[in-house]
């Protein structure tokens, strides 16, 4: 019989409900497995005896395993490579940067080294972004919310996670309920991350954009845009036929004005396709009016056989500097890190790079969700 992961939040309380055993129990098992990761269940102290028994008989500790490890060579990311119980991977990225080069009310931040974890919530990926590698493996199942919480808790051991963006294989919220409930364990005991300090990203499901605020309040809202008119983003974006970009605008300001919140604007910089000053323009007026920090990404490539190209520096910067001056628009530049892991933005499919080394001299650069803390 297949046994369930104890961080399913709703399965083991469920489970504990029907036996008659208290739920709080739930919080001080989770706590003793995150530091204790082989345990076994008679080793947790403390709980009621029927508890043993039907943690025995329906849940493992982590369903989940960690398989390889991958170091880039300036030592900022760490990428892992999860086996699931079923058989299939997923990756997720431990990226870790310096808040001191961020800014608050023009100042230099206090702080210093933490790490943000990037989590894949798909085996795979239906959404088929043309630039994007998970794409191109098709979609094959969701994970539950325990799998999606066990991504954390193998992080957690080689790193102090202080942020999680939902930006790693799959579109969360194809797979909402479990997006949900992995992130409500996220932000209780035994973990107690802030909801500000997390992000889900998503390419524009309206319905459950709809919703997210509601269900998960002052998480914050990343959004894979990457072109500032609908026939453009069909064209890179097969997904952006179910979704139309004036209705993906009216989702976007109705959660802002509900949530009160700036929304991630994530914008792949494609050669010649949407990356030209009028396109700039375009997201200039489309965005005018919304509170948001836009993220030029460049893109990285996903073999010999891509479509795309990579824009030059020049054409970046200027693309920043007519949303920056004309616009007013906060927009930044992505740092991209672990490309020689194939860690970064769009590149993560299940492979093996050939790098696995222990992190050197650690180059740390500043993450955008200092931008606005």
Avoid at 161 to 170: A, D, L, Q
Avoid at 271 to 291: M, R, S, W
């Amino acid at each position: 019989m297949k046994l369930k992961s104890v961080f399913d939040a709703s399965e083991i309380k469920s489970e504990f409900e029907s036996a008659g055993i208290n739920p709080n129990f739930v919080i001080p098992i989770w706590k003793y497995v995150i530091q204790n990761p082989d345990c076994v269940w008679d080793e947790i102290p403390s709980l009621p005896s029927a508890a043993y028994s039907l943690l025995h008989s329906k849940f493992k500790a982590l369903t989940s395993s960690l398989h390889s490890l991958f170091h880039s060579s300036d030592g900022t990311t760490s990428k892992l490579l999860i086996k699931l119980q079923n058989g299939a991977f997923v990756e997720a990225v431990i990226m870790r940067y310096d808040t001191r080069l961020g800014m608050c009310g023009g100042k230099p931040r206090p702080g210093g080294v933490r790490s943000t974890l990037c989590i894949s919530s798909q085996v795979g990926c239906k959404m088929g972004c043309t630039f994007c590698a998970t794409g191109s493996m098709g979609f094959k199942s969701n994970l539950t919310s325990g799998e999606i919480v066990e991504q954390l808790v193998h992080a957690s051991r080689l790193a102090d996670i202080r942020n999680i963006v939902f930006m790693g294989m799959g579109e969360p919220l194809n797979n909402y309920n479990a997006v949900v409930e992995a992130v409500r364990v996220m932000l209780n005991h035994p973990f107690q991350l802030s909801p500000k300090r997390i992000t889900i990203s998503t390419v524009g499901v309206v319905h459950a954009i709809n919703k997210l605020h509601n269900d998960l309040p002052g998480v914050s809202l990343a959004v894979s845009l990457h072109a500032p008119v609908q026939e453009i983003r069909c064209q890179i974006m097969p997904a952006a036929r179910a979704f139309p970009l004036q209705k993906l605008m009216d989702s976007l300001q109705t959660f802002q004005k509900n949530s009160n919140q700036k929304i991630f604007i994530e914008y792949i910089m494609l050669d010649g396709v949407n990356d030209q000053e009028e396109n700039a323009h375009q997201l200039g007026e489309l965005l005018k009016t919304f509170q948001v920090v836009i993220n030029l990404i460049p893109f990285n490539p996903i073999g010999s056989t891509s479509q795309f190209n990579t824009s030059t520096k020049q054409s970046v910067s200027t693309f920043q500097k007519i949303l920056r001056e004309t616009y007013k628009i906060r927009t930044t530049i992505r740092k991209e890190m672990g490309q020689d892991i194939s860690g970064a933005c769009g590149q993560l499919v299940v492979n093996q790079p050939a790098n696995n080394k222990t992190p050197g001299a650690v180059g740390l650069v500043r993450d955008i969700e200092d931008m606005y803390l």
